[in-house]
């Protein structure tokens, strides 16, 4: 029989919700900064997600709210394990690592609510802990034997080869990466991302996700990167720094947003500036295997500056009859014009997408970056859309407007 958690932890743990409402981001504050003290664990995160108005922390304190109001009910967290489960894979989070943040998060639990933290509260977090992260570590423990089972797959850091580089647009760059080792790579699912871990020009090494342009293959693969001129370093280091030659560090291929592995209704990829890289991967799989499904790529764009891979995914469409690209600019440029260098100007909308595409069976994919998916997300909900047919990848960790 598998294991339970005890009635007075359920209890004591759903009494903590309106504590974790009042103070929850204050917790995962404090949690943070313990576990940073010790550099081998500070390595193993992307700190760009620790920035960004503290996005992690809240994320974070979301997961842990959502934990205990859902402590009678887990199945509703499988989702949120999955997700989880994918992102310690592609950071390499190993079982020897549950320890430290249990010891930080008790001892966060404690700093913050102070008298009200009691033996018995301290007592049923600890056991609530530990019985999620069995469950994430024993998911985690099936995704590495899947991956190391199949061809080219492998386990932690392995090094590849940039083997070309080719600028997209004035700010996003396309990698293509082979394996140092000469071997074979493993065939991600359309919309997976790698994780890299880079020089960051002040020294140090920096953690980052990008998602894997080009469809799955048994040789390379391709990430279109944007520059961030002002961000801690992963792209500028990929940018300014690299060349046809130097060698990267990736784990293998994770994440929970994919295309099915055998699509049968339409699709309708939909992403916002270089969100589009995981729909390139899905657009290029559908044009090989699946000729005769239908699916419409929806892009957005400020302008023909910032906009990639344009003559690619329009090459890809003109390929097949059931495909079909259209692109909006919110700012074109001097030389922009509709029904020229793109479709339409604008923003992307539900209206425009319920009179041009099949609304009513689509299933929906977006990505792209936090306001383009709260604008999309929500709507497409209102509009009547299953949550079960819209799914999506966004840039750094799923906060709780999101999760809204």
């Known amino acids: 029989m598998a294991p339970q958690l005890s009635r007075e932890t359920i ?9 974790l409402e009042a103070h929850g981001s204050d917790i995962t504050k404090a949690m943070y900064a313990r576990l940073f003290k010790d550099d081998h664990i500070k390595a193993l995160f992307n700190h760009a997600n620790q920035g960004e108005g503290g996005s992690q922390v809240h994320a974070l304190a979301a997961a842990i ?23 310690h894979i592609g950071y390499h989070i190993l079982p020897e690592h549950y320890p430290y943040v249990a010891e930080a998060l008790l001892a966060a639990i404690k700093d913050i609510l102070g008298d009200a933290a009691t033996p018995a509260v301290l007592t049923a977090w600890g056991e609530a802990y530990w019985f999620l992260a069995d469950i994430l570590k024993g998911r985690e423990n099936v995704l590495r034997d899947e991956i190391e089972s199949r061809s080219g797959g492998w386990n932690g850091w392995r ?5 070309s580089k080719v600028k997209e647009s004035d700010v996003v760059t396309s990698f293509t990466l082979t394996p140092s080792d000469g071997g074979r790579v493993i065939r ?14 002040g020294g140090g090494l920096a953690k980052r996700n990008y998602s894997i342009s080009c469809g799955p293959n048994d040789e390379t693969y391709r990430i279109s990167v944007k520059r961030e001129a002002n961000g801690q370093g992963g792209s500028l280091y990929l940018h300014d720094h690299t060349e046809v030659g130097t060698e990267v560090e990736a784990t293998p291929p994770a994440g929970d947003f994919f295309l099915p592995d055998e699509p049968k209704t339409p699709i309708v990829l ?9 729909m390139v991967s899905m657009l290029e ?10 699916a419409h790529f929806i892009h957005g764009a400020l302008n023909s500056s910032t906009h990639a891979m344009d003559k690619h995914v329009r090459g890809l469409a003109s390929l097949r009859d059931k495909l079909s690209v259209k692109t909006f600019y919110s700012d074109p440029g001097l030389g922009d014009a509709a029904g020229l260098s793109h479709d339409y100007d604008g923003f992307i909308t539900v209206d425009w997408l319920r009179s041009q595409t099949p609304f009513e069976t689509s299933e929906f994919y977006l990505c792209g970056p936090k306001p383009f998916l709260r604008a999309l997300v929500p709507a497409l909900s ?11 990848e966004f840039f750094g960790p799923a906060d709780e407007l999101l999760a809204a």
Not at 159 to 163: E, M, V
Not at 272 to 277: A, D, E, P, S
């Open 159 to 163: 090094r590849f080869t940039i083997s």
């Open 188 to 201: 991600h699912r359309p919309g997976q991302y790698l994780t890299f871990r880079l020089p960051l020009l």
């Open 270 to 278: 939909l992403s916002g500036g270089v969100g589009l890289t995981p």
């Open 11 to 19: 209890e004591l743990v759903r009494n903590s919700v309106p504590v």
């Open 285 to 294: 799989t559908i044009a090989r295997d699946y000729p005769e499904l239908e």
């Open 382 to 392: 209102r509009a009547g859309v299953s949550s079960d047919r819209i799914h999506y």
């Open 65 to 87: 709210l959502g934990y205990a109001k859902n402590i009678e009910n887990l199945g509703v967290l499988g989702p949120v394990v999955e997700r989880i489960a994918h992102k």
